[in-house]
């Protein structure tokens, strides 16, 4: 799967799960803001994230994933 893959469906699957508009997520908008997360909302989004591409995601790795270049680079590096 390519970068450009993983960013598309990224942006397909948040914007029908989170109800916003794919435009908003540019890769240095922070995602808690972007998509209003709170934790519960946040553990959605680790749900729908593993879900989608199959990778785990653990609870020590997430506050290093703050924007969304960093969601797509953890995905890229994670995928089997």
């Known amino acids: 799967m390519t970068r450009e893959e993983i960013i598309d469906q990224v942006k397909e ?3 029908e799960e989170f109800e916003v508009e794919q ?4 890769d240095d908008a922070i995602i ?3 998509l209003e997360l709170d934790s519960l909302s ?19 790795d997430l506050p290093t ?3 969304f270049a960093q969601l797509y680079d953890y995905i890229e590096s994670h995928l089997k």
Do not use: R, W
């Open 32 to 34: 808690k803001d972007t």
């Open 42 to 60: 946040l553990v959605d989004l680790v749900a729908v994230i593993e879900h989608t591409f199959k990778v785990k995601i653990p609870a020590a």
């Open 65 to 67: 994933v703050k924007t």
């Open 13 to 15: 699957v948040l914007a």
């Open 23 to 26: 435009d908003v997520m540019t």
